[in-house]
């Protein structure tokens, strides 16, 4: 299975529905959309994929109890943990629990998060780590936009960083 991740577009609809095209051709079956203005994916609802997504910590999203900031999903036996900051924030609720503790009681296997605007991938103890970057048109810490591919199968998940430059060409 393919997954698209987006995350940080700032209201920058444009790029959230120019990317989602390029990873429908793509062959993703689910886009999830890591924060900062993940409403944004709403433009892209009728794209006929599941979507997935998580308010960013300065979210007013972030303090409704009835939205969850950390999700877990399973996917072809891969435990992954969808969030916006892979590490405790101020904004937290008082119910949110630490990512490491949520990694830990549950056998995560992929964690997918953003935050930082800084794409990543790695691998630490045999958890794939991935943040997708921003799609923003310029961020102030000189990072292109990008966004991210990862793949599911036989019960290991891989990714790849997509620069949007790169594939996407503004008609």
């Known amino acids: 299975?393919?997954?698209?991740?987006?995350?940080?577009?700032?209201g920058n609809i444009q790029y959230v529905k120019k990317a989602a095209e390029y990873l429908k051709k793509a062959n993703v079956s689910?886009?999830?959309?890591?924060?900062?203005?993940c409403e944004d994916l709403d433009a892209v609802k009728n794209l006929g994929?599941?979507?997935?997504k998580v308010p960013g910590v300065f979210s007013s999203c972030y303090q409704d109890q009835s939205i969850p900031n950390r999700?877990?999903?399973?996917?072809?036996?891969?435990?992954?943990?969808?969030t916006h900051s892979s590490q405790p924030h101020p904004n937290d609720l008082p119910e949110d629990k630490d990512p490491k503790d949520i990694i830990e009681q549950e056998n995560i296997k992929a964690v997918f998060y953003g935050h930082t605007h800084i794409p990543k991938i790695e691998n630490k103890n045999g958890i794939l780590w991935i943040n997708p970057g921003h799609l923003r048109e310029s961020d102030k810490k000189?990072?292109?936009?990008?966004?991210?591919?990862?793949?599911?199968?036989?019960?290991?998940?891989s990714g790849k960083i997509i620069k949007y430059s790169d594939v996407i060409h503004n008609d």
Do not use: C, W, Y
């Open 71 to 82: 999700v877990i999903k399973e996917i072809e036996g891969v435990k992954i943990l969808i």
């Open 142 to 157: 000189g990072n292109p936009a990008t966004f991210a591919i990862v793949e599911i199968k036989d019960g290991m998940a």
């Open 1 to 10: 299975m393919k997954i698209g991740l987006l995350s940080d577009s700032h």
């Open 30 to 37: 689910l886009i999830v959309h890591l924060g900062d203005d």
């Open 49 to 52: 994929v599941e979507v997935v």
